[in-house]
């Protein structure tokens, strides 16, 4: 099955990235800001080069996306495209904090079919591929069965999060938004919601990873989340167990309504 295949590639990819990512993590390596004022690092750049070298090759007839690589529209024309964050949470990374992750999925007609996420510090991985449930670290994962919105563990942009229409909850933010989506997998949060717009190499993997996990991901209108569009943007995000996303999407609804 090529999906298992390229999910193998996957996991042992991003684990030698993250290996990279380590001997940066707390040293002092170059940083600056990209246009739009968003900070990237050498450890992005080196990470992203590792990757890029290291998947391509196994697999040259794929696509290439990732967030610190000049796009190519090539890709467009692929059947099957790797979608890569080589350091999500990058703030995070910046501030000597270990919660950031590399990502790597692998999108088939608009969908991933295989996608891992790896927390270098924490040596924790998340994986799927279609059609073979979720793991991290290779035991199978579920959502929370939680179906009550109020005092739910809830990861997103606490400042919006924490006033109404939203019930009183229990609100984190990870810098990595893959990172969250992936605690939802496991039942460590029961839902992630962003209302403003993601990056296709923000949730490719984790998209995955939770549906296979049981989960369910969308934009929040509830449709699927495609990707390898001209403009790789996600128009938000609401992920969460079966039981708890129904009622989110019916808040962001008839609040949008109002």
């Known amino acids: 099955m090529r999906a298992r295949d390229d999910l ?7 684990r030698e990235a993250g290996s990279i990512a380590r001997q940066f993590f707390g040293t002092d390596y170059k940083r600056w800001s ?43 024309g692929k ?3 790797f979608v ?8 995070a990374f910046l501030k000597g904090r ?26 924790e991985l998340y994986a799927a591929h279609e059609g073979g449930g979720a793991t991290r670290n290779g035991v199978p994962i579920h959502p929370s069965a939680r179906n009550l919105l109020e005092n739910a563990a809830m990861l997103g942009d606490r400042s919006v999060l924490s006033q109404p229409p939203w019930p009183p ?12 989506v992936a605690l939802v997998a496991d039942a460590s949060a029961d ?23 049981g989960g369910l991901v969308s934009d929040l209108s509830g449709a699927p989340l495609v990707y390898n569009r001209p403009e790789a943007v996600q ?18 609804r008839n609040h949008a309504t109002k």
């Not at 193998?8 to 991003?14: D, H, I, M």
């Not at 890569?84 to 703030?91: E, K």
């Not at 270990?98 to 924490?122: D, K």
């Not at 919601?193 to 995955?208: E, F």
């Open 191 to 213: 839902a992630a919601v962003s209302l403003s717009a993601k990056r296709d190499w923000d949730l490719a993997a984790a998209d995955i990873i939770l549906r296979e996990a």
């Open 98 to 123: 270990p919660h950031f992750t590399v990502c790597a999925a692998v999108v088939a007609e608009g969908r991933p079919i295989a996608g891992a996420i790896y927390n270098p510090m924490s040596d």
């Open 84 to 91: 890569v964050d080589p350091i999500d949470g990058t703030v």
């Open 235 to 252: 128009p938000g995000l609401v992920a969460a167990g079966p039981a708890l996303y129904a009622e989110i999407l019916a808040l962001i």
């Open 34 to 76: 990209k246009g739009g004022g968003s900070p990237v690092t050498e450890a992005d750049l080196a990470v992203d080069r590792f990757l890029c070298e290291k998947l391509t090759a196994a697999r040259p007839d794929y696509g290439w996306l990732s967030e610190e690589s000049t796009d190519n529209h090539a890709r467009l």
């Open 169 to 180: 909850m229990h609100v984190q933010n990870p810098n990595s938004v893959a990172l969250r």
């Open 8 to 14: 193998a590639l996957l996991e042992a990819s991003v």
């Open 79 to 81: 059947s099957n495209v």
